[in-house]
Antibody, heavy 122, light 108 residues
Framework: QITLKESGPTLVKPTQTLTLTCTFS??????????VGWIRQPPGKALEWLAV???????RYRPSLKSRLTITKDTAMNQVVLTMTNMDPVDTATYYC??????????????WGQGTLVTVSS | QSALTQPASVSGSPGQSVSISCTGP?????????VSWYQQQPGKGPKLIIH???RRPSGVSDRFSGSKSGNTASLTISGLQTEDEGDYYC????????FGGGTRLTVV
């Protein structure tokens, strides 16, 4: 059973860059058919997809945030890192790391981390 | 603003069936059978309950079913139970992903 763990700051200041790390437990995620991504949820609001990286290095970004997002992976460390620049209070949300496995044709989010709340405030 | 439209809320009594609709542009729901649904119980993280329009992941109750017609996908929950209360989100893939605004299910 794959487990995911998000880590990063709980509080960032406006204009700062957010760096979140997802560490996963099972090397089988590192197959060309699988992907790892990030989804966020502002308090009391809907889910928002942010970015996905496939193990073949294919990367996808939310169009409206593409200029601010970067997703990378460290295969040796079993980690995926998301950076978001120029943080604003509207970016306050719970950020979830997710896996898109080959079981769901890497087109759905079948494994979720517990989420980490990031607050943007001065 | 969400690209997929869901009703804000639905309700039903224990044992009844309810359906939640999800309407989106042809470029998403209408073009690919890659619609997924997620359940988020109060205070918990989301959980995948349907993928590829109508497929259930292992361990998900067969009371949950999905379908699609044209630009509208639907989630049906039969034999409602109190534990089904929560928020439900549809999601569609077409190179990138879009979620619906979510539907709050109340079991009264």
């Amino acid at each position: 059973q794959i487990t995911l763990k998000e880590s990063g700051p709980t509080l960032v200041k406006p204009t700062q860059t957010l760096t979140l790390t997802c560490t996963f437990s099972d090397i089988s995620v590192s197959t060309t058919d699988a992907g790892v991504g990030w989804i966020r949820q502002p308090p009391g609001k809907a889910l928002e997809w942010l970015a996905v990286i496939y193990w073949a290095e294919d990367k996808r970004y939310r169009p409206s945030l593409k200029s601010r997002l970067t997703i990378t992976k460290d295969t040796a460390m079993n980690q995926v890192v998301l950076t978001m620049t120029n943080m604003d209070p509207v970016d306050t949300a719970t950020y979830y790391c997710v896996v898109l496995s080959a079981v769901v044709r890497a087109a759905a989010f079948d494994i979720w981390g517990q989420g980490t709340l990031v607050t943007v405030s001065s | 603003q969400s690209a997929l439209t869901q009703p804000a809320s639905v309700s039903g009594s224990p044992g009844q069936s309810v359906s939640i609709s999800c309407t989106g542009p042809t470029s998403y729901i209408g073009s690919y059978d890659l619609v997924s649904w997620y359940q988020q119980q109060p205070g918990k993280g989301p959980k995948l309950i349907i993928h590829d329009v109508n497929r259930r992941p292992s361990g998900v109750s067969d009371r949950f079913s999905g379908s699609k017609s044209g630009n509208t996908a639907s989630l049906t929950i039969s034999g409602l139970q109190t534990e089904d209360e929560g928020d439900y989100y549809c999601c569609s893939y077409a190179g990138t992903w879009v979620f619906g605004g979510g539907t709050r299910l109340t079991v009264v």
